[in-house]
Nanobody, 127 residues
Framework: QVQLVESGGGLVQAGGSLTLSCAAS??????????MGWFRQAPAKDREFVGA????????YYSDSVKGRLTVARDNATNTMSLRINSLKPEDTAVYYC??????????????????WGPGTQVTVSS
């Protein structure tokens, strides 16, 4: 059984920054073997890929829509991943999800390519 839990969401003013965390656990879950990703979903919109980080060399891929404002990092020793968002905009308002995929980084972009999901954490950016 795999459990992913996000934390760090909240209400932030536009222009501010926020760091989200994802903690992974599970008796047979080998965090270091998974590509880890972040998605977000705004009301009435599809779930959107934000960024993902490789399990073996730390390579990172970001969505063009957020590139330059986000930083994804992972710590395989503590089974955690983070997402730092700078220069927040109202359009960043969404539920943010962390996810784990057994696919390599270059193949992990769509929600159906990820195997495990957290429940999400709400980020609201006020103008």
């Amino acid at each position: 059984q795999v459990q992913l839990v996000e934390s760090g969401g909240g209400l932030v003013q536009a222009g501010g920054s926020l760091t989200l965390s994802c903690a992974a656990s599970g008796r047979t879950f080998r965090f270091g073997r998974y590509t880890m990703g972040w998605f977000r979903q705004a009301p009435a919109k599809d779930r959107e890929f934000v960024g993902a980080i490789s399990w073996h060399d730390g390579s990172i891929y970001y969505s063009d829509s957020v590139k330059g404002r986000l930083t994804v990092a992972r710590d395989n020793a503590t089974n955690t991943m983070s997402l730092r968002i700078n220069s927040l905009k109202p359009e960043d308002t969404a539920v943010y999800y962390c996810a784990a995929s057994l696919k390599r980084l270059r193949l992990a972009r769509r929600p159906d390519e990820f195997d495990h999901w957290g429940p999400g954490t709400q980020v609201t950016v006020s103008s």
